[in-house]
């Protein structure tokens, strides 16, 4: 319907969102590209929030949904079991890690965080150490939004109305190597930022900690903070060493996003849990998991199973979804486009980085990437929050046809950021264009 008017006119009367203006409304999208009802086109440089990993319209799944919904849409878990759940399931243990082989849905990403969190606290339970309730987190972090996940995040925004929040979770700098906390520089610094962990632990006493929950790539918060190499040896060594559970929450991460299916693989991490959702069913569904080992399930079931749980988690439309979409990224080779064309896309962005003085560093692993925005490349000092500066070239962005992923500069202490994460299904020439659309937003947002 060209011609339409861009906003629903009543649409703050009924809904609650934050709109910041005037929103297009959707009327169509195909590959990497979306339009709005006025007919105006839009390359998807962020896959949503880096939801959208096998690209909008995929024929395959909308296939799966209508098998399905002739099926069944939904039938309680209680009552039914389903076999979109059991073949899920087996999909995913089939191509995880050999010890991660039990798997619990939910329908989102803080729910995983928060299943997650749960799980590793009724392990300690029916353990006979319930004292072991606490949980490290990493700042900057993003974790979900529920009150759980929201605890172990670290963005003063979405926080502050919620103090306190659950129990006092420590914290320790993430490996922000631009503008570390510590003032030092990799490889000198040894990775004091690892250690910290061990150091938080003993401060807190190792019996009171259930686990470290981390993001193997930051995301939202952190925008595509790659770690150090060493960085994943070091803290797997310390989890082991004192008992302590490692959470990995690749929500943003996970299904091809980073170049490999999961982003523990990069490392050879041996995570206790994994969280899952976003890529797993790419936006076509909402859709969400845990994966798990033998050891934890064994001990949470041993008293009357897990004591958690979600009506819509595991249901059959979510879980056929979730199949297909997952056959699309093995059998399409979704991972290893994701290396190829991020490593095009990270070249690009460096170039637009020597261009653009505004660009502090370029970072990221596969197709998530991102630029921090510095007020000055030198001191590296961050723009101020108020001026919002990423969400003005986010922006100039929109008006000329690309979407990108903004976050403001987090308590004025880290630069504004913005991904750059479009669906793994990019080609060569599809990211020349991202990287041009992209070069005048920035040129503008300079101006
Ligand atoms: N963890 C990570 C790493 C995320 O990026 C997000 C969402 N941005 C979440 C958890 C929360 O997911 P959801 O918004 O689906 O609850």
Not at 197 to 207: A, I, N
Request: charged letters at 20%; proline letters at 6%; a neutral charge.
């Amino acid at each position: 319907h060209p011609g339409e008017l861009a906003a629903y006119p009543d649409q703050e009367k009924y809904l609650f969102y934050q709109t910041k203006k005037e929103q297009p409304i959707i009327a169509g999208a195909e590959g990497i590209y979306m339009w709005d009802t006025r007919g105006k086109q839009y390359l998807d440089g962020c896959s949503g929030a880096v939801v959208n990993n096998i690209g909008h319209g995929n024929r395959r799944v909308i296939a799966a949904v209508e098998r399905q919904s002739r099926q069944t849409f939904f039938a309680y878990r209680t009552q039914f079991e389903n076999r979109p759940s059991q073949e899920l399931a087996r999909q995913l243990v089939e191509h995880s890690a050999p010890h991660l082989n039990r798997v619990f849905f939910v329908s989102g990403g803080s729910e995983a965080v928060e299943s997650a969190m749960k799980v590793c606290r009724q392990y300690f339970f029916n353990l006979g150490e319930g004292s072991r309730y606490k949980f490290v987190s990493r700042v900057p972090a993003y974790h979900g939004s529920t009150l759980g996940a929201l605890s172990l995040t670290s963005y003063a925004p979405l926080e502050v109305a919620f103090k306190p929040l659950v129990r006092d979770n420590p914290k320790i700098p993430a490996p922000t190597c631009y503008r570390c906390v510590y003032h030092k520089q990799y490889p000198d610094c040894e990775l004091e930022c690892a250690w910290a962990l061990e150091k938080t632990v003993l401060e807190q006493g190792p019996d009171n900690i259930a686990a470290f929950v981390v993001e193997p790539v930051g995301g939202a918060s952190t925008g595509a903070l790659v770690p150090p190499d060493e960085y994943f040896g070091i803290i797997q060594h310390i989890c082991r060493k004192y008992g302590i559970f490692l959470v990995l929450d690749e929500v943003m991460t996970g299904f091809g996003r980073t170049g490999k299916l999961f982003a523990y693989e990069h490392w050879g991490v041996q995570a206790d849990v994994v969280a899952l959702s976003k890529g797993i069913a790419s936006g076509y569904y909402p859709l969400g998991a845990i994966l798990t080992t033998d050891e934890i399930v064994d001990v949470v079931v041993r008293r009357g199973g897990f004591a958690h749980g979600h009506t819509y988690a595991g249901n059959p439309m979510a879980c056929a979804v979730g199949q297909e979409v997952l056959r699309v990224i093995m059998e399409d080779k979704l991972p290893e486009n994701a290396d190829r064309m991020g490593k095009i896309l990270l070249k690009g962005l460096n170039r637009l980085g020597r261009k653009h003085r505004f660009i502090g560093e370029v970072r990221g692993l596969g197709l998530l990437t991102a630029l921090e925005l510095v007020r000055d490349p030198q001191t590296r000092e961050p723009f101020p929050p108020e001026w919002n500066a990423a969400m003005l070239l986010t922006d100039n962005a929109f008006a000329d046809g690309l979407l990108i992923y903004p976050r403001r500069s987090i308590n004025g202490l880290y630069g504004d950021h913005v991904l750059v994460a479009p669906p793994l299904i990019v080609r060569e020439a599809q990211i020349a264009e991202l990287l041009e659309k992209l070069d005048k937003a920035l040129t503008r947002t300079a101006d």
